[in-house]
């Protein structure tokens, strides 16, 4: 019974509550029609002829054997009666039976109408449409409340999301800003003729800090904006994706990337796509040992898509703690060292590859390093 829907269990309701009530029905006018025969022709007259003893005690035996005759004679009509009453009601509850488990799946497909309605359009919303109102008619009963109550909810998140972009747009401005000032006046000042080699020094370090906290700002504000809805979605050349992310990826000393690349195609914005391969390869880069190397495979995937795998070498990572490699502000496991990046970017890679309907898995390599897989549909 569970694994059949809400229509079938209730057309099964009904059906069943019919069959019972008639069964019991059928079996009440059974026996009401019994004992009704039974009292107005079935009528016991005698225990058995007396002993014949004169002419007229004769005839008074031969009437009396002959009504008894009559008597079984209508008993057994009467049985055959009740038989074809039974076989008939049997057979007509039988008939009106499944006559009222297709009008109680008719009527349990209309009732349900409104709250396929509210499922309709609960998958049909995204954060794009979260304007759109079921805006249910009808009568004030329980699923025109639930209607009203899921167009309420619709409301308040539009306004949350509303609220999101803007602080978003807000924070993109007057979080940059300032500290592009700051560069500024820092680069500024290490160009000065007259500043003293101590002033020079403490302007390198608030530079490096200044930087450090751009990245920390910019990579939290593509997580909010990858964590949103696409707004573009085309075909996209994984192939040249992943070959123009290699391009901005800083080169490191010592390490070696070796690529596998085939044509594959994937829908979705390509400047989302093309910065969460930049932070697959970055990380792999930067999360290497001295000499160590960097395998990208893209391979075109069943049924569509595309799948991209990037390997490194490095130190060796506990599986307990791959699944935490993907929240914020984790660095193979250590929110101390802060050197080394911000901690956002696996995370920004498993918010773009989400808002893409892809998947992301990463598991550690016995040699040491990580192997990530990037699953991406068509």
Known sequence: MKRLGLRMRLTLI?????????????????????????????????????????NAQTKDALFFQAQVQAQAEVGQ???????????????????????????GYLVADRALKPLNRVTETAQRLSESTLHERIAL????????????????????????FDAQRRFIANASHE???????????????LEEPEASPDLKALARALLGTNARYERLIEGLLLLAQSEQELTTRKPVQLERVVRTALELTPAKRGVTIVEDLRPAVAEG????LERCVFNLVENAIKYNIRG?????????SYGGGGTVTVENTGPVVSPFEVDDLFEPFRRNGDRVQSGRG??????????????????VTAKPRPEGGLSVTLRLPA
């Open 14 to 54: 009904y059906g069943g509550l019919f069959f019972v009530a008639g069964s019991a029905l059928l079996w009440i006018t059974y026996l009401l029609t019994a004992r009704s025969l039974d009292a107005k022709f079935v009528k016991v007259i005698g225990t058995g002829p007396p002993p014949p003893q004169t």
């Open 77 to 103: 009509r009467a049985d055959k009666a009740l038989n074809e009453i039974l076989q008939w009601s049997v057979s007509a509850m039988v008939m009106i039976g499944l006559a009222a488990v297709v009008i």
């Open 137 to 160: 008619e009808g009568p004030q009963d329980e699923v025109k409340r639930l209607a009203d109550t899921f167009d309420a909810m619709l409301g308040r998140l539009h306004r949350v």
């Open 175 to 189: 979080l940059r800003t300032p500290l592009a000032i700051n560069r500024t006046v820092l680069e500024v000042s």
């Open 269 to 272: 914005d390509p400047l989302f």
């Open 292 to 300: 160590g190397q960097v395998w990208i495979t893209l391979r075109e």
């Open 342 to 359: 911000a901690g956002l970017g696996l995370s920004i890679v498993r918010a773009i590859t989400e808002a893409h309907g892809g998947t």
